[in-house]
């Protein structure tokens, strides 16, 4: 963990979902092996995880199905994100700390977005069983024309909607390929350990600390607070 005396004062938060703010992976990994079985793919979780985490689910589907016109790839899309939701709806639990890190940050009076490659229902259903939006001030995700991660692209968008500059962003991500495109965007970056151990992330320059959950979670770390 390093701090940059340099560094601009922190005025946004930018979140990943899927991992990060929602405990949803094991459920997301339950419904790909669903969805490749149907389709009689072969199913190797970890390579999946590593190749995938962070991309878009038509990202995804294209390299499976690389003779899939866009319509086709779409409704394979609909089909394991309908399956997701289905779990989601009854089963899906925050990240431990989140909901508390949300309200701990609007409150210091930083901006807040969620990034996610994640299409809009699936954000959906975290929003009707958690309230997330209450303290979410942009939601960017592929379904808006951006392309997935590792490109820059949402965390981009997401701190020109919040009117902050990047070097002022921290991204809170659980994936190696979310903490490229902080890296890729100019913002500093939080690995949240849910799927991935800390040693995943140290080679990142743009690490500020890795964290097993949220819970806890000391904003005085990002030298976000600002004076009273």
């Not at 199913?43 to 995880?49: A, K, T, V």
């Not at 692209?153 to 921290?170: I, K, N, S, Y």
Request: glycine residues 8%; charged residues 20%.
């Amino acid at each position: 963990m390093h701090h940059d005396p340099d560094a601009l004062p922190v005025q946004a938060l930018l979140y990943d979902l899927d991992g990060t703010l929602i405990d949803s992976m094991r459920l997301h990994d339950l419904t790909w092996a669903q969805w490749h079985a149907r389709h009689g793919l072969p199913f190797d979780l970890e390579r999946f995880f590593a190749a995938t985490a962070g991309r878009s689910g038509p990202e995804i589907v294209a390299e499976l199905f690389p003779g899939r016109d866009s319509a086709g790839i779409a409704a394979l899309c609909d089909e394991k994100e309908a399956l997701y939701r289905d779990i989601a709806r009854q089963e899906l639990q925050p990240i431990a700390g989140a909901p508390a890190l949300l309200k701990a940050g609007r409150a210091a009076g930083l901006r807040q977005a969620i990034c996610t490659a994640g299409p809009t229902p699936n954000v959906e259903v975290a929003y009707q069983r958690f309230g997330f939006d209450a303290d979410i001030g942009a939601m960017v995700n592929p379904d808006q024309g951006f392309r997935g991660k590792p490109h820059p692209d949402l965390f981009l968008e997401a701190a020109r909607r919040l009117g902050v500059a990047p070097a002022q962003c921290v991204v809170f991500e659980d994936a190696p390929l979310g903490i490229e495109a902080a890296r890729r965007a100019g913002m500093r970056a939080v690995a949240v350990c849910s799927s991935l151990p800390a040693a995943a992330f140290t080679a990142f320059p743009n690490l500020i600390t890795a964290v097993p959950d949220l819970a806890g979670f000391d904003l005085d770390v990002l030298g976000a607070r600002r004076p009273a």
